[in-house]
């Protein structure tokens, strides 16, 4: 099946800081998706991405989808101790809509 | 904003025995999917639902597993003879064409 690979597998920052992860992935996805995932809560949809090069924002958080159509990231401007939780890319095939493959995840931990 | 719904929380069974997961989809969306995250690693794909059927199914999804809706809101996942690997969290999640909502998990613990 699909693989994704995601990176870092953790992050620690001060406050302030900017942060990046990525995803790639040796197959093609029509969508790529970033979602967020607090502890005991299911994943929250941060930004969806639908075209090869789309570079989306959402307040402090932009991911741009891959011109290859096998890799994105996500960046964080201005980190907030809010920030904190797991970081899941998620990518989509056309043809199995809402079979997601989900990345291993990011850990990010903000210091105040 | 609408949520999808899903009960209980936590659910502890004996190896063995059978468990049933609830979940209560978003009221206009039409298609549903269970997925599995194991303590520590990434969300995984089950199984998709869609008019009354199942449209696609992961290897993990096996004879153990089913899936119903059986009325118009409820949409729920069986797991026959569980197993002590079948411990993970259990997502439900919706959508009418944008990207999937997910439910805040079932906790399964089997022991």
């Known amino acids: 099946g699909q693989q994704l690979n995601q990176s870092p597998q953790s992050m620690f920052i001060q406050e302030g800081e900017d942060v990046s992860m990525n995803c790639t992935s040796s197959?093609?996805?029509?969508?790529w998706l970033w979602y967020k995932q607090d502890p005991g809560e299911g994943p929250v949809l941060l930004i969806a991405?639908?075209?090869?090069?789309e570079l989306t924002s959402n307040g402090r958080l932009t991911a741009q989808f891959g011109i290859t159509r096998k890799d994105s990231f996500l960046n964080i401007s201005a980190s907030i101790p809010s920030d904190v939780g797991i970081y899941f890319c998620?990518?989509?095939?056309?043809?199995?809509?809402?079979?997601?493959?989900f990345g291993q995840g990011t850990i990010l931990t903000v210091h105040p | 904003e609408p949520e999808v719904t899903q009960t209980p929380s936590h659910q502890v069974t004996q190896m063995g025995q059978e468990v049933i997961l609830r979940c209560v989809p978003i009221?206009?969306?039409?298609?549903f999917y269970w997925y599995r995250q194991i303590l520590g690693q990434k969300v995984e794909f089950l199984v998709s639902?869609?008019?009354?059927?199942?449209?696609?199914k992961s290897e993990i999804f096996d004879d153990q597993f089913s899936v119903e809706r059986p009325d118009g809101s409820n949409f729920t996942l069986k797991i026959r003879s569980t197993k002590l690997e079948d411990s993970a969290m259990y997502f439900c999640?919706?959508?009418?064409?944008?990207?999937?909502?997910f439910g805040n998990g079932t906790r399964l613990t089997v022991t």
């Open positions: 009221s206009n969306h039409l298609y």
């Open positions: 197959s093609i996805f029509n969508t």
């Open positions: 991405l639908y075209k090869a090069g």
């Open positions: 999640a919706s959508t009418r064409g944008e990207p999937l909502h």
């Open positions: 998620a990518g989509q095939i056309g043809t199995s809509y809402g079979k997601l493959t």
């Open positions: 639902f869609y008019n009354n059927e199942i449209s696609e």
